[in-house]
Nanobody
Framework: QVQLVESGGGLVQAGGSLRLSCAAS????????MGWYRQVPGKQRDLVAA???????NYADSVKGRFTISRDNAKNTVYLQMNSLKPEDTAVYYC??????????????????WGQGTQVTVSS
């Protein structure tokens, strides 16, 4: 099994910054893409940003220029630096990772894992 543990959420005023972290641990051979999603009550979970193992990034249009995703492959950790926060960024933020598990004997299979979520609240 694999656990994703998030940290760094909280309450911040509009225009402020927060940095989210997500550390993966457990039965991990390697991690392909890692990403951050967010969800508000009554709506679907949407992609905020994603990063491949090679460092290629992808951002939702609403956060481009304000948020930066990065990762430390040695620590199996992904970060989301959020600047110039707006009230509409308020949501529960979830970490996601596509983890390669298995062995050279049995082969490797990718599995999708989610963190427990961390609340980000931006006051106006």
């Amino acid at each position: 099994q694999v656990q994703l543990v998030e940290s760094g959420g909280g309450l911040v005023q509009a225009g402020g910054s927060l940095r989210l972290s997500c550390a993966a641990s457990g039965s991990i051979f390697s991690i392909n893409a890692m990403g951050w999603y967010r969800q508000v009550p009554g709506k679907q979970r949407d992609l905020v940003a994603a990063i491949t193992s090679g460092g290629r990034t992808n951002y939702a249009d609403s956060v481009k220029g304000r948020f930066t995703i990065s990762r430390d492959n040695a620590k199996n950790t992904v970060y989301l630096q959020m600047n110039s926060l707006k009230p509409e960024d308020t949501a529960v933020y979830y970490c996601n990772a596509e983890v390669l598990q298995g062995s050279y004997y049995q082969g490797f299979t990718p599995y999708d894992y989610w963190g427990q979520g961390t609340q980000v609240t931006v006051s106006s």
